[in-house]
């Protein structure tokens, strides 16, 4: 009999976390962003899901749109961070790929190469997140040149990247905006992530490109009214392999890290961070069981954890377990592990099977 861990897939809660989009940004078309693996949840699955419901997709490299298109996804691909080669370029108009401009030698490489047919192309702009992007004072320049070449088409869009927007009270989502304002060209642009979507309606524009708030989770760090209809696309979870009693003193796990103040009992997840549960994950980061909450007790290893369920005298054998999701938000988890929530869904592996359980 297989381990019983798996990563639930709702399918409907992703078609409904659209729907939240849709309504939000009713006059934009959506990018939905299904890179690294669509965040953990399978980009082939997740991206044949999204496709009749969205406008377009997004990745971060050529890679992950072959293996896309292989897998017959027809939609527009973006690659967001553009092409690492000049040869990649073939490739992205073999495939209809659009591709995003970042830098100069990005450029130099599109004028410089022959190809089968002509780009879209997303002109990136750096006006304040200062990663990628061509400085305000050159966005001209380049949108000229992009116009001039031959392997560009005439749809091209002007797309920036907030660095703050997730935080209502930061000035630089405006201050931001204001650089975006001023450039001295015209074209549909696009400026918001998960978090410019939910919470800046004046960053709209043409474009939206949510990501992480299409798998069900809020990007804020403060609560927005907005997030609050989410819902989990993923649902990690496990089951009780193992009960057992201890007494005052006993300590549990690898370093003992957690003793008993009290006779305790304690149940064994077969869970841990080779199934993609954080093992920075401290003592009392909580976990469900049958659906009533109770804490983590001792270091988490590579195959399970372990869990005080003293509160619990019901708990069983076999009892189901929920590490995140439904019930059970990913960010409280991961706030726990001095981490954050993109970094949990994404780092799952492949160890962990990916169930749809609603389609």
Partial sequence: MARPNQARLDLGALRHNVGVARRLAPAARIMA??????????????????????????????EEAVELRYAGVTAPILLLEGVFAAAELATAAQLDLWVSMDNEQQLHWLEQVTLPSPLTCWLKIDTGMHRLGVAPSKAAQYYQRLRNCRNVRDDIVTCTHFASADDVHS???????????????????????????????RAHFDWVRPGYMLYGNSPMLQDHPQAQGLIPVMTLTSAVIA?????????????????????????????????????????????????????????????????????????QLGADVILWGTGLPVAEV???AGTVGYELITRMPARTPRVVVSA
């Fill in 33 to 62: 962003v299904v890179k690294a693996n669509a965040y953990g949840h399978g980009a082939v699955m997740i991206a044949g899901a999204l496709q009749p419901l969205v406008d377009a997709l997004a990745v971060a490299c050529l």
């Fill in 171 to 201: 000035a630089q989502t405006l201050s931001q905006l204001a650089v975006f304002d001023t450039l001295p060209f015209t074209t549909p642009r696009s400026a918001c992530n998960s978090a410019g979507l939910l919470a800046w309606p």
């Fill in 243 to 315: 009960l057992r009693d201890i007494s005052i003193g006993d300590a549990v796990g690898y370093g003992g890290t957690w003793v008993a103040q009290r006779p305790s009992r304690i149940a064994t997840v077969t869970i841990g961070y080779g199934d993609g549960y954080p093992r920075h994950a401290p003592n009392g980061t909580p976990v469900l069981i049958d659906g009533q909450r109770a804490p983590l007790a001792g270091r988490v290893s590579m195959d399970m954890i372990t869990v005080d369920v003293t509160e619990l005298p019901q708990v």
């Fill in 334 to 336: 991961a706030y726990c």
